[in-house]
């Protein structure tokens, strides 16, 4: 394996030659040094125009350590903004099922001190709801803010770990 990305995939990342393209690293706490893999890993090769990305796939497996990030989906519709600037890296999240959501049969709400900010992206929620299903004891908190950014579904990341004994 040669560690090259496809061509198409590879115009989905940001451009070295932009200049903002530093600052377009640090926002997803990468650098210079980082391969086009992390910089494809951190951006999900989101672009501008459409709503295609690539995400990392997730598997809840009972009674098995992990660390998992994903972004706050949904953050717009909720009250995320309401609340934003009391929002900081290290607060704890809150996971609830949202059982009778008609748009996800998985959904799972993203609550601060009883606000839902958010959801789980649809693509995790069967595994999340696996997850409370299962009462894993987890701790989940705000890693990163990003709520100057244009893509509403970067706002915020959410950090979930479970240390099993």
Known sequence: MTGKLFKDIKSRLPQPRRPDYVDILERYGLDSSSTEMEVLEATRGRTATDNFEFVKEFKYLHDTPFYFSFDLAGARYH?????????????SIELIKHEENIYDAYAVEVFFKGMKLGYVPMYYSKEFCNMIDDSAPYIAIISRLDIENSSTDEWAQISIKINMV
């Open 79 to 91: 009250k995320f903004l309401n609340v934003k600037t009391e929002l900081k890296i290290g607060d």
